[in-house]
T-cell receptor, first 111, second 113 residues
Framework: TQLLEQSPQFLSIQEGENLTVYCNSSSVFSSLQWYRQEPGEGPVLLVTVVTGGEVKKLKRLTFQFGDARKDSSLHITAAQPGDTGLYLCAGVKDSNYQLIWGAGTKLIIKP | NAGVTQTPKFQVLKTGQSMTLQCAQDMNHEYMSWYRQDPGMGLRLIHY???????DQGEVPNGYNVSRSTTEDFPLRLLSAAPSQTSVYFCASGRGGRTGELFFGEGSRLTVL
């Protein structure tokens, strides 16, 4: 059962365009993490959002946690080829250790 | 700083063979886990451990065994490989908690013929 729905599954855009990736659930999470994975490597943490409504910025990437802590979004401004990768969201529920993973968004930025 | 080290990076098995994927971390993390990653399905938890001597099943444990005799090591054993176990396997460790980050190895690509 996929508790975290990510959309879109695949996105291919030109350099310089903006994009948003969504991570939605009917469940409440105590926090939500975003990871980026490049081919042949393991995922690497980008950011963790904890408070409902929280917004965090990482250079051209903006992450938002929904007010009800059920959803999150990742917005990239002026995408660069270096942003290419698989973006994964993961929610932390009531357990201290277990993450619930989205299926991922494969992003390709064309020069 | 080695982080999480997985071996081997690539492996080809025949159906019915057994093997062990090795995982070691040097960050003194309590939590260690094994995931498999298949196209379009994200990361699925196989087994995890919250400390030496403690292991538990994840979402897809069938056909796999684990043990945690030390804090550093968490090997994954495939008992009798099947083509359905063809996948990329990731070991991850972390401190746990509400904001606990997971640190991943580089992955082990397994093909079962």
């Amino acid at each position: 059962t996929q508790l975290l729905e990510q959309s879109p599954q695949f996105l291919s855009i030109q350099e310089g365009e903006n994009l948003t990736v969504y991570c939605n659930s009917s469940s409440v999470f105590s926090s939500l993490q975003w990871y980026r994975q490049e081919p042949g490597e393991g995922p690497v943490l980008l950011v963790t959002v904890v408070t409902g409504g929280e917004v965090k910025k990482l250079k051209r990437l903006t992450f938002q946690f929904g007010d009800a802590r059920k959803d999150s979004s990742l917005h990239i401004t002026a995408a660069q080829p270096g942003d290419t990768g698989l973006y994964l969201c993961a929610g932390v529920k009531d357990s201290n250790y277990q993450l619930i993973w989205g299926a991922g968004t494969k992003l390709i930025i064309k020069p | 700083n080695a982080g999480v080290t997985q071996t081997p990076k690539f492996q080809v098995l025949k159906t019915g063979q057994s093997m062990t994927l090795q995982c070691a971390q040097d960050m003194n993390h309590e939590y260690m886990s094994w995931y498999r990653q298949d196209p379009g399905m994200g990361l699925r938890l196989i087994h995890y451990s919250v400390g030496a001597g403690i292991t538990d099943q994840g979402e897809v444990p069938n056909g796999y065994n684990v043990s945690r005799s030390t804090t550093e090591d968490f090997p994954l054993r495939l008992l009798s490989a099947a083509p359905s176990q063809t996948s990329v396997y990731f070991c991850a460790s972390g401190r746990g908690g509400r904001t606990g980050e997971l640190f991943f190895g580089e992955g082990s690509r397994l093909t079962v013929l």
